[in-house]
């Protein structure tokens, strides 16, 4: 069976097609209210993917931060951490960029705001994400035609 659908990111309009089985009672319209296109599924499995190395840094900027008493090389390591966080964050600015079509938007500070919040880290990198998407939506508004 096959069933039109539009994404649920970005509104560019599909076709679902599927087996329909006996045993199992889809409910077909509250599938099609979740589904994605496969450029936008794409997207955010990136997403998470980077978001999740960026928490896992920030897990050990919080450790590093915790130990006491403080290691003698402690500095060393905070200083690798965020040139680590940092690279992670251009990653997610160039990603999140690249899927909203737009030129890259690099901001030092949301580095800055990880190493001082590292606890925080999904907030950050969501509002991140929000504030660009937010800023452009008014000209990206339109569906994509890939």
């Known amino acids: 069976m096959k069933h039109s659908y539009h994404c649920k990111f970005c509104g560019k309009p599909g076709e679902v097609e599927y087996e329909p089985v006996q045993e199992f009672k889809l409910q077909i319209k509250k599938w099609l209210e979740i589904i994605c296109c496969d450029r936008c599924g794409k997207f955010h499995e990136e997403k998470r993917l980077v978001q999740d190395r960026i928490f896992a840094n920030c897990m050990v900027v919080i450790q590093t931060k915790k130990v006491q008493p403080r290691p003698k090389n402690a500095d060393q390591i905070l200083a690798s951490l965020r040139t680590r966080i940092s690279n992670r964050c251009i990653e997610f600015a160039e990603l999140v960029c690249n899927h909203l079509k737009i030129q890259t938007v690099n901001d030092p500070a949301f580095a800055d705001m990880l190493m ?28 994509h035609n890939d």
């Open 116 to 143: 001082d919040r590292p606890d925080m880290v999904n907030i950050i990198c969501g509002k991140y994400f929000n504030g660009l998407r937010r800023q452009f939506r008014r000209e990206y508004q339109k569906p």
